[in-house]
Structure formats: C-alpha cells, structure tokens
Nanobody, 119 residues
Framework: QVRLVESGGGLVQAGGSLRLSCAAS????????MGWFRQAPGKEREYVAA????????YYADSVKGRFTISRDNAKNTVYLQMNDLKPEDTAVYYC????????????WGQGTQVTVSS
C-alpha cells in the first residue's frame, strides 16, 4: 500500500509558477513510477507527466511540455511538479499517482490539490 498526499496548489496569475509536492508513505515508494494527472470541471481526468522509479525517464503531455517539470526524491519519498508559465487552461485539480508506466496502471492516488490560474 502507498498513501499519497498532494500539496502546493493555490491561486496564481497567468504566467506565474507553482510547485506541487506529493508525499508518499508506505512501502516501496522508490519501486513505483509516479504520475501527475489533472481534472478540470466538466472534463475527464487527463495525464500530465510521469517519471520512472529511478527518475531517469520523464514524459509529458504535449500541452505542458516545456513548461512543467516532474522530479522525485526517493530519499524523501516525494515527487514534485514544477509548473511555470501557467495558463488559465491549466486550472484543474491535480492528482499524483503511483503505479507502472509500462502498463499505464496507477492503483494508488492522492486526494488532489486545486490549481487555479487567473487571466
């Protein structure tokens, strides 16, 4: 079992930055790939970024490539999402998840943190 708790969301103006954190507790955090997902009101949840268990490989949705950076610190059981040049369309609840990048299955999810970008 892995328990995930996100933090760092908030209200920011367009062009601003936020850094989300996801703290994990439980066994074997470092063996899981980690992902960030988001869900805007009235829309389906969408993939944002993912990072391999070692941190050596990262992947991004086209909509955030070049603006967002995912990273992890296995010693601190934490994964981060640095978000720069935020746009109003980035407004959503952001979730972190632990799972497997190859299968795309993420069985463990946090409760989410709200990010609101004003224009």
């Amino acid at each position: 079992q892995v328990r995930l708790v996100e933090s760092g969301g908030g209200l920011v103006q367009a062009g601003g930055s936020l850094r989300l954190s996801c703290a994990a507790s439980g066994r074997s955090f470092s063996t899981y790939a980690m992902g960030w997902f988001r869900q805007a009101p009235g829309k389906e949840r969408e993939y944002v970024a993912a990072i391999s268990w070692s941190g050596a490989n990262t992947y991004y949705a086209d909509s955030v490539k070049g603006r967002f950076t995912i990273s992890r610190d296995n010693a601190k059981n934490t994964v981060y999402l640095q978000m720069n040049d935020l746009k109003p369309e980035d407004t959503a609840v952001y979730y972190c998840a632990a799972g497997n990048m190859v299968t795309g299955l993420y069985p463990y999810w946090g409760q989410g943190t709200q990010v609101t970008v004003s224009s």
